[in-house]
Structures are given as C-alpha cells and as structure tokens.
C-alpha cells in the first residue's frame, strides 16, 4: 500500500511512521508541505503579515468547527477562552491540547513536531516542501536529519508556498507536485522490489 498526504495530514503519517518504522503495512509514502517543527510554524504563523493572512481565519475556522457542539464541550473545557482566542497556538492551547490530554501546549507541540522522529521511517518516503513556506518555514526542515535517513527523500523548492507548486507565468492543470508524485509512484511501481530489499 502506498500514501499521498498534504500538510497537517502528512504531519501525523510522518509521525506514525517515526513510530512505527519499519512495523508498517505501507510500502512507501509522499509527504507534501509538512510542517516539521510545530513551534516554527506558529511562530511563523504569528508573525503580523501571516497572523492577518492566515493564523486569524484559521483560528475563526477552528472556533466555528467546535461552537455548533459548545453546550457538549462545556463540560469538559473552558470555552468561553476557547472562543477568545486570536491565535491559533492559543486554540491549541485551550483546546487541542486538552482534548488529547497533553499536560502543556508543549507537550503536545513536541509530540506533533516530525522532525524529531524522522530518524526512525523505516520505508521509502518523499518529501517535499517549499522553503518559503509560511506553515513549515524553511529553517525548521530537517535537512541534516533527512540525510542521515536513507529512505527519505526530501526534496525543496525556494518557492511554492505552502501546496502551491505552480510553475509558469500562466499555470496549468499539472503543477510540479503534480509531476514528482507521478514520477515517484512510478518509480515504486517499476523498482519497489529492488528497493524494499534494501
């Protein structure tokens, strides 16, 4: 079996396969647009321009996700800072945290990072991100971490935002994620036997 996941979705298969290495029915998986440090990437998200452009609507889209079950979660959290909050760190802390019962937001932020399991894939993995990428600022990716791990592949671009990847002063339907995904999923069709018994 092989997986394709985008941004927060690529952050927990990353994460599973740190954990479980090699213990794993996949044979092989593309990551795209992670967010490898979670710390970076809200304190990129923080950052005036990105907190007006990104970090508010998804901290408003957060909010609304959970209000419509507010008198259920009253129960359990305090909501009303629930719905003050004007970030999305401070969600995390209120609420994301919580519920997956992490004793602190840094517990939790460190638990959610993949580049501290990255180390430990056991299984053919690509990934690529964009160095300009507001959510996965390009300092926090494991470059070094990526090289010392012979089944990852970690590919970057100096520009692509975060899923963007289009090329061309008029894009068209096949973007360069497009393309990579295609060539690694052929690749481990045409020599995954060669490469699993690595």
């Known amino acids: 079996m092989f997986l394709f996941f985008i941004s927060v979705c690529s952050m927990l298969l990353l994460n599973y396969l740190g954990k479980t290495g090699r213990d794993t029915p996949l044979m092989a998986a593309a990551i795209f647009s992670a967010g490898w440090n979670v710390f970076e990437s809200v304190e990129s998200l923080e950052k005036p321009l990105n907190w007006l452009l990104f970090n508010y609507y998804l901290t408003t889209c957060l909010q609304s996700s959970i209000s419509r079950h507010r008198q259920m979660l009253e129960k359990l959290f305090d909501m009303d800072l629930v719905m003050k909050a004007r ?104 020599h995954g036997n060669k490469i699993f018994s690595m």
């Not at 638990?111 to 926090?140: E, M, Q, T, Y």
């Not at 494991?142 to 520009?159: F, M």
Request: glycine share 6%; net charge neutral.
């Open 87 to 190: 970030t999305v760190r401070e969600f995390d802390k209120q609420f994301t945290s919580v519920m997956f019962g992490y004793r602190t937001i840094d517990d939790y932020y460190e638990d959610a990072s993949p580049c501290r399991k990255l180390k430990s894939v056991g299984i053919p993995v690509l990934c690529l991100n964009s160095v300009d990428d507001v959510f996965s600022p390009g300092h926090a990716i494991p470059v070094e971490t990526a090289k010392q791990n012979a089944n990852v592949a970690l590919v970057l671009t100096s520009c692509g935002g975060h899923i963007g990847f289009l090329e061309g002063i008029w894009p068209r339907k096949c973007t360069y994620m497009d393309r990579v995904f295609k060539q690694f999923v052929q690749a481990m069709f045409e």
